[in-house]
């Protein structure tokens, strides 16, 4: 089976690893507070031009975001987010599950506007019965959204201003993030996004760790103490230096970003091998992920040997679909995948002919 469903189906960079066996004999302080750790928090920083931003390292996306909106909330208050955001769908009920409400937001693109985040916040505190209604406390944005979608820095800077205007934090989940700074039309960068969120996190798992996320905390006011929130959710790991010596080594020598434009180079070939078979497109994307209409009967035949992600049905005999690449997806794949495309949909039509001429 070849695996375009994910971006998180290999392992890890070559030169992690070899940075993991290196110092595997090494005696270091334990729950993120070795050498390492440091290192990579002040790599981080420098990348971000935020001296003053406190970084810590967590396991996963989910367990950080939790973690972090637990950490900022209030117990009445909820969390906006678009209605396709991943804490609202993808990972089951674990904001809810802290005692905080998800507030999602209609959007056909997976983006939040800054004129969304308004009206509502203005609805809530405006309204007869606002104490009887979950106080919106944060914004939560993924960049790249679900759907492939980014914010360019005009919206998101309008979004900061709104979210500074009603004293509510804003929250961008990086799970994807070194794939959205690589794509062609971006413009925001890592000091971007440090002057405009209270916080931030740079995604590993999906951009060449074995595992890791690194939390970016600028806002003063969420510092205090998040080490104990951190731990109370299980997110201290006691082996901490595995997570600083990943991103240690993915932001030495620009690595993040070399294997990221590598993913967003694949894609670009992906899709224009699409584009020539004429295959529609669901959204798009100039990211990674790629979302195409497919017939049914394709499908079908094409996860025999290629796994791809469901993403919904469009009509009674066409779904559409999601293909990714990653930062170790090679070349050749992208080749077989859009040839097995090629004689699937040729087959295809030619059935179709066949049953049309009775």
């Not at 637990?70 to 969390?79: I, K």
């Not at 959710?233 to 434009?261: C, H, P």
Request: one cysteine or more.
């Amino acid at each position: 089976m070849i695996r375009f469903d994910t971006d998180y189906a290999e392992g890890a960079h070559p030169r992690i690893l070899e940075r993991l066996a290196e110092t595997n004999q090494e005696q270091t302080q334990g729950y993120g507070e070795d050498e390492y750790c440091r290192q990579a928090a002040e790599k981080i920083r420098g990348a971000c031009k935020a001296p003053g931003a406190d970084v810590h390292f967590l396991v996963g996306g989910t367990q950080t975001n939790t973690t972090v909106i637990a950490s900022v909330l209030r117990p009445y208050q909820g969390v906006l987010s678009a209605q396709s955001g991943h804490i609202n769908i993808h990972e089951t009920g674990a904001i809810e599950a802290t005692g905080h409400k998800v507030l999602a937001l209609p959007s056909d693109d997976g983006k939040l506007t800054a004129e969304q985040i308004g009206e509502y916040v203005d609805w809530q505190a405006l309204n007869d019965s606002a104490e009887h209604i979950v106080q919106p406390g944060m914004v939560y944005l993924s960049n790249p959204t679900e759907v492939g979608t980014l914010y360019s820095k005009e919206e998101l800077t309008a979004i900061s201003t709104v979210c500074k205007s009603r004293g509510i934090y804003l929250y961008l989940d990086g799970a994807r993030l070194g794939y959205g700074l690589m794509c062609p039309g971006n413009d925001l960068t890592l000091e971007d996004l440090a002057k405009l969120c209270d916080v931030f996190y740079i995604g590993g798992t999906k951009v060449g760790a074995l595992f890791g996320e690194a939390v970016v905390i600028v806002n003063d006011s969420l510092k205090r103490d998040f080490r104990y929130h951190v731990k109370q959710r299980g997110g201290m790991l006691a082996k901490g230096r595995l997570l600083g010596l990943q991103f240690l080594t993915l932001f030495e020598d620009g690595l993040y970003f070399e294997i990221s434009a590598h993913a967003i180079r694949m894609a670009e070939k992906l899709k224009e091998g699409l584009s020539a078979l004429h295959i529609p497109f669901y959204m798009e994307s100039p990211t990674n992920q790629q979302f195409v209409i497919l017939p049914d009967v394709v499908c079908q035949e094409l996860s025999k040997k290629y796994a791809y992600e469901y993403q919904e049905r469009i009509d009674e005999n066409h779904s559409a679909v999601r293909f990714c690449t990653c930062w170790a997806t090679r070349e050749e794949r992208i080749g077989e995948l859009l040839k097995e495309l090629e004689q699937l949909l040729l087959a295809y039509q030619e059935e179709r002919s066949m049953e049309a001429l009775g």
